[in-house]
């Protein structure tokens, strides 16, 4: 059974509890973050826990825990639960105010929820689906203006998932005004006649950790890369596409709609993107 964690405590999961009052389940009052684990190390964690600040922050909740502690509680859970590849979850929420209101509870008098708890992912980082490449759905993107802050409120993310199932897919990119927002869970990116394109930051997709870094790797790697929006047609049309996120790192896309790219397998640059990621990564993991 594995232990989790729940405002200050390890507890078996079956022993865990958060009140029916709680701002997370009655509002999607919360936010959360999911770190990836290779060989029992934890990749970007300070990333992680920078963005998971930003969140707070932006949503008016101070933080109860800090970076160090945050990190220990990671590497607790970690080896607790034998965790060699796979991730951990974290989310704080606004806490249970003792009853249903739409105003803020006083944070004075209302303390946040913290949550944690482990996934146990053999393989994670040998992906079959790495080799084979996804299948995407385009789906129109109508979900809250502030997709900046890695809010909890996952319910359109997880219906896009459903119409890819639906459609015979793996995944869903979301259109917004004519052009590709992001994944359903994941930052999205085309490659043509070598230059990588993937959206520019702002409040309309999430500010991917993993994106970042292989931007970076990217960069260093002398690989042109463009930040701005694309078009759909414009990736249909793409020599190649890939996706990013903490659980899938670096997953290569090999069809949009009906639309197959270059022969229908992985291309170069999100193979080298995803081997330079992973190598990198567990170097830096602590
Ligand atoms: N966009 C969305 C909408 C996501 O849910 C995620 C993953 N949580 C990402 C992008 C990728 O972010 P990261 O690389 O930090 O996992």
Not at 222 to 247: C, I, N
Request: net charge negative; charged share 30%.
């Amino acid at each position: 059974m594995r232990t989790v964690y729940v405002n200050g405590d390890y507890l078996p999961e079956t022993e865990a509890k958060v009140s029916v009052f709680d701002r997370g389940f009655l509002f999607a009052d919360g936010v959360y973050e999911v770190t990836s684990v290779l060989d029992g190390k934890l990749i970007d964690f300070d990333g992680h826990a920078a963005r998971l600040d930003r969140s707070l922050t932006e949503l008016s909740m101070s933080s109860p825990v800090d970076r160090d502690e945050l990190l220990e509680i990671h590497r607790e859970l970690v080896r607790r639960n034998g965790i060699e590849e796979g991730l951990v979850y974290l989310q704080i929420t606004r806490g249970n105010p003792g009853d249903r209101d739409f105003a803020f509870p006083d944070a004075e008098e209302t303390a946040p929820t913290v949550v944690l708890f482990t996934q146990s992912k053999p393989g994670l980082a040998e992906s079959p689906q790495a080799e084979t490449g996804l299948k995407v759905i385009s789906i129109a993107d109508i979900r809250w203006g502030r997709r900046d802050i890695k809010t909890v409120q996952l319910l359109y993310p997880s219906m896009g998932k459903m119409m890819a199932k639906a459609a015979g897919a793996d995944d869903a990119w979301m259109v917004e005004d004519g052009k590709v927002t992001e994944g359903t869970s994941n930052n999205a990116y085309i490659v043509k006649n070598g230059k990588i394109v993937t959206r520019h930051l702002g409040n309309e997709i999430l500010h991917g950790i993993t994106r970042a870094a292989v931007l970076r790797f990217a960069r260093e790697a002398q690989m042109e890369v463009d930040e701005r929006g694309f078009t759909l047609e414009e990736a249909k049309t793409a020599d190649e596409a890939f996706v990013t996120s903490a659980s899938a790192f670096v997953m290569p896309v090999v069809q949009i709609d009906d639309e197959t790219l270059g022969d229908g397998t992985p291309g170069p640059v999100a193979r080298r993107l995803r081997e330079i990621y992973l190598e990198e990564s567990r170097k830096a993991a602590i």
